[in-house]
C-alpha cells in the first residue's frame, strides 16, 4: 500500500514489558528473535526500524502534553501503549501520520489507493480528523456490522462517518488531533487516578477509547470509505486454529475473497473462514 504513496515507514517496536490482558492473551517472543525477523523481511531497506525507549523524564513532559498532567502512565490496563501512540505525534512535523498496528490484514484493489483517497478527503474536508479503508468486505446494501457503535452515511462524500475511534490503524491529519489537546485521561475505575498521585501506577482506560471521548466532543469525524476497492479486518482470536489458517487467509484478501458471513465485519470470523478454505480446498 505504502508503495502508491510517498510514505516514510518505520516500524516500531514497543521495548516495555508486556503487561495487563495482551500479555497473557499472546505468546511473546524474544526481543532478539523479533529483531532478526524484521531484519529477514527487510533485505531491500524498505522501512526503517526503532524502538521505543522509555525514561521517566520522556514520559512525564511526553503525557504533560498530552493530559496537561505529567503522568507516569505509559500503557493502558490492557497493555496497549499510551505513551508510543501520542509520542509519534511530538517526533515529526509531517501533516499525516499513517498508523497500523502489525496485525492487522488489508485488501487493496490493485489501481487504487485508500491511503492516497484519504489524503485528498483530508486536504478537501476540513471537518474530518482520520480516515479508514471500510471495515469488513462490502455488503451488497452497504451497511456494516458495527454492534452499538452508531454512525452515519454520507452519500454525497461517501463515507461513513463516526464519532469514536480506533488505534488499530487510521491516517490522521497531525494538526487536528493536536487540537484536540490536552485530552482528558480516562481511569478503570475512581481509585486508580489517587493510586496515580500516591503511587504513580494508577490504571488508565486505552488510549483509543480517550481520543474518542476527544473525538466526540469536537466537531471532526472519524471517516471509514465507502468504496469496495478497500477494506480491512482484525484478527480477534489468536488461537493455533487462526495462525494454521493465517497464510490462506492472507491469500484470499490478496485476491478480494472471502467467506459470505464475513461482509459487513471488521473483525475476523474465524469458523467462517475455516469453512470458506476447507471448501474452496475441494
Known sequence: MCKKVSCEITVMIDTAKPTGALSKLNHQYSLEHLKSTLTSLNKNKEFRVRQQEYDNKSIQNINRIQFSSPYFATHC??????????KQFNDTNSKFILHLDSDMLFYEQPDFSWIQEGVRILEKYDDVLCVLPRGGPPKKDN???????????????????????????????????????????????WREPIKNKLHGNGKMLCWESIVGNSL??????RADLMTEKAWSLHPGDRSKKFYDLLPKIIDCVNRN????????HFDIILEEWESFIQDASR
Open 257 to 264: 475473497e472471502f467467506p459470505v458471513d464475513q461482509k459487513g
Open 77 to 86: 490496563f490492557r497493555g496497549y501503549p499510551i505513551y508510543g501512540s501520542f
Open 143 to 189: 451497511s456494516l456490522n458495527q454492534g452499538t457503535t452508531n454512525y452515519e452515511v454520507d452519500h454525497e462524500r461517501e463515507l461513513y462517518l463516526f464519532k469514536n475511534f480506533t488505534s488499530r490503524h487510521y491516517l490522521i491529519h497531525r494538526e487536528r488531533f493536536l487540537s484536540l489537546l490536552p485530552m482528558t485521561p480516562l481511569w478503570l475505575s
Open 216 to 221: 466526540e466532543k469536537s466537531p471532526f469525524w
